[in-house]
């Protein structure tokens, strides 16, 4: 084990900054790229979705 | 002539792809979670703090899965354009397509992670030093493969100039990766190889090597959700389509 205290753990030796800036944004793209693509997936299909309503109807 | 597509594969058309890919992608994830679980744990608990470098090069364990993985999807991205582009089948150019973003968040994050590491081990953010800028250009490279791919409205031309453009560019990866050895560069050399044996602790090179497989798992569940709604997206108006139980089953 690398570290006495939680506070020690977030200093990382001095390097905090850089070391959380980069695992920090890391992440947080890595967090908000499946919710965009979810977000482009489920575009599309609200507009199928709405396509079929529409031809259903056409045919009634 | 008829107009009747090679099966090569039964899985090299989109619409025997799309449910494929979407059995696939809970595994990626999972596989995902497991590694980046046990990589964040082997880089912040068990490996040891660097001699020369303190805490600070734990940024290790993101730089170098972030950088590799740019490159080598920057070649998957070229050889699915090239095939698109000489086969003309539509699934191979979708999956470049799909590739793109995600090859472009990783060649970011290993500019930006390496600016981070730069910074307190160089005294500078950026330096025009030759691996730096080939690894800038490789970025640049995805952004103009995405930006020119928005920029044509027919999707089977946008297809073609993307390819050329993709393939073109495959020449910068090569330069990227001997970059420190061909040309006096700041940025170290590489630290792991196939000619040589590592040169690094093995706890680093284990939580290294567990890192890059949670990025590897992370690009394909994230490219396989992507391709899926491309697929979506051009095959729009196809029957099979329009026919799939998440489009037909609740029309609200």
Known sequence: MNWGSPAEFLAMGGYGLYVWGSFGVCALLMIMEPILVSKRRNAILRSLRREHLAESLDKQ | ?252
């Not at chain 2, 495959?170 to 006096?184: A, E, H, L």
């Not at chain 2, 569940?221 to 391709?227: D, E």
Request: charge should be positive; include cysteine; glycine fraction near 6%.
């Open chain 2, 1 to 252: 002539m008829s107009n009747k597509i090679i099966h090569w594969f039964k899985y090299a058309s989109p619409q025997s792809f799309y449910p494929l890919a979407g059995k696939m992608i809970p595994w990626f994830w999972a596989l995902a979670a497991v590694f980046t679980v046990i990589g964040l744990w082997i880089s912040f608990f068990e490996a040891p703090t660097d001699v020369t470098q303190g805490e600070g090069y734990r940024i290790i364990f993101i730089h170098v899965p972030a950088a590799w993985m740019s490159m080598f999807l920057y070649c998957v991205m070229a050889a699915w354009a090239g095939i698109g582009l000489s086969l003309n089948t539509r699934l191979s150019s979708m999956m470049a397509q799909a590739i793109a973003p995600t090859g472009a968040l990783m060649a970011f994050l290993s500019l930006w992670t390496g600016a981070f590491w730069g910074k307190p081990m160089w005294g500078a953010w950026w330096v025009w030093d030759a691996r730096l800028t080939s690894a800038l250009v490789l970025f640049f490279l995805y952004i103009g493969f995405l930006a020119l791919q928005a920029a044509i409205d027919d999707p089977r031309r946008a297809d073609k100039a993307g390819a050329i453009l993709a393939l073109v560019g495959v020449v910068n990866v090569p330069i990227i990766y001997w970059s420190v050895k061909w040309w006096n560069t700041l940025h170290q050399g590489a630290s792991v190889s196939l000619m040589k044996a590592p040169t690094m602790a093995t706890t680093m090179l284990w939580g290294m090597l567990i890192m890059s497989l949670a990025f590897w798992m992370y690009a394909l569940a994230l490219v396989l959700m992507r391709v899926r709604a491309i697929i979506l997206e051009r095959e729009a108006l196809t029957d099979w389509v329009k026919n799939l139980p998440e489009v037909k089953g609740n029309a609200q």
